[in-house]
T-cell receptor, first 114, second 109 residues
Framework: NAGVTQTPKFRILKIGQSMTLQCTQDMNHNYMYWYRQDPGMGLKLIYYSVGAGITDKGEVPNGYNVSRSTTEDFPLRLELAAPSQTSVYFC?????????????FGSGTQLSVL | GQNIDQPTEMTATEGAIVQINCTYQTSGFNGLFWYQQHAGEAPTFLSYNVLDGLEEKGRFSSFLSRSKGYSYLLLKELQMKDSASYLCAASNYGQNFVFGPGTRLSVLP
């Protein structure tokens, strides 16, 4: 039972480079999310999706893009990487947004932009 | 606005009881969640409260007062493996989760 799978686990980028963080879940969850976590800070929502073909901005979307072509996959694209995007990124999913609907997280991607 | 506050760090002794507090101010509040996050790992679900009162799950209990915008996580019979960060998160209608900064708990022998 894989759950939420993220790749890569670590990545170093140079300023201005681009990359895609991959996220896939095998739980048939409708809702998927991308969060970033800076040291000593809470998780900040970047983008989320309520189903295939539907995405929406979260709290900190600038510098990122997402797509949701299938229920399983929700990749996060970084264009023109900047040092401010150095962070740990977590993909998460949930079945719905009900009051008791918990998030399942991937193992995270540690990204450094130098 | 939306704001969640928790203490940054706490220290307790193995076998003791510790209470981690969380206050929140959010619009469209739906429920309150607690997650545990060990260093270098992803958060994992611990508990949630929708109604006022105490929810008990083994050594862990969580309390919610909606009128006061207040929750706490109670950890009993502390073990070394309980050393982790504990994230308080408010669930909002249609707006997903708002996370607090997390409380780093150190359990000492």
């Amino acid at each position: 039972n894989a759950g939420v799978t993220q790749t890569p686990k670590f990545r170093i980028l140079k300023i201005g480079q681009s990359m895609t963080l991959q996220c896939t879940q095998d739980m048939n969850h409708n809702y998927m999310y991308w969060y970033r976590q800076d040291p000593g800070m809470g998780l900040k929502l970047i983008y989320y999706s309520v189903g295939a073909g539907i995405t929406d901005k979260g709290e900190v979307p600038n510098g990122y893009n997402v797509s949701r072509s299938t229920t399983e996959d929700f990749p996060l694209r970084l264009e023109l990487a900047a040092p401010s995007q150095t962070s740990v990124y977590f993909c998460a999913s949930s079945y719905s947004q009900g009051a008791d609907e918990k998030l399942f997280f991937g193992s995270g991607t540690q990204l450094s932009v130098l | 606005g939306q704001n969640i506050d928790q203490p940054t760090e706490m220290t307790a002794t193995e076998g003791a009881i510790v209470q981690i507090n969380c206050t929140y101010q959010t619009s469209g509040f739906n429920g309150l969640f607690w997650y545990q996050q060990h260093a270098g790992e992803a958060p994992t679900f611990l508990s949630y409260n929708v109604l006022d009162g105490l929810e008990e799950k083994g050594r862990f209990s969580s309390f919610l007062s909606r009128s006061k915008g207040y929750s706490y996580l109670l950890l009993k019979e502390l073990q070394m493996k309980d050393s982790a960060s504990y994230l308080c998160a408010a669930s909002n209608y249609g707006q997903n989760f708002v996370f607090g900064p997390g409380t780093r708990l150190s359990v000492l022998p």
